[in-house]
Nanobody
């Protein structure tokens, strides 16, 4: 599975961005896909995930109510809609995929990362 992420950029606090991650190589029908992020000097942390089959979602506490993860089966693409962005959301965002129901930092498939910068 190859993952290609895009959609990062610079946005003012309170603004919105939508990240996309297109998968190729195989369909993600039996996978879970998600997003992690890593801020400068910090460890990589979980943001959100979605089970491709059934669409069950999971969010980190900081993402609940502000971020929405979704997928497009036809495009084999996962999205992360981020609203009400804060400077603390500044990080490189990575998409991830793993066969099964849980993603973690040990998941085998990672996108290249896309930088999100939130200015105050």
């Amino acid at each position: 599975v190859q993952l290609q992420a895009c959609g990062g950029g610079v946005v003012q606090a309170g603004g919105s961005l939508r990240l996309s991650c297109a998968a190729s190589g195989r369909t993600l029908s039996s996978y879970t896909a998600g997003w992690f992020r890593q801020a400068p000097g910090k460890e990589r942390e979980f943001v959100a995930s979605i089970r491709w089959s059934g669409g069950i979602t999971s969010y980190a506490d900081f993402a609940k109510g502000r971020f929405t993860i979704s997928r497009d089966n036809a495009k084999n693409t996962v999205y992360l809609q981020m609203n009400s962005l804060k400077p603390d959301d500044t990080a490189v965002y990575y998409c991830v995929a793993k066969f099964g129901v849980v993603v973690s930092t040990s998941s085998p498939y990672w996108g290249q990362g896309t930088l999100v910068t939130v200015s105050s």
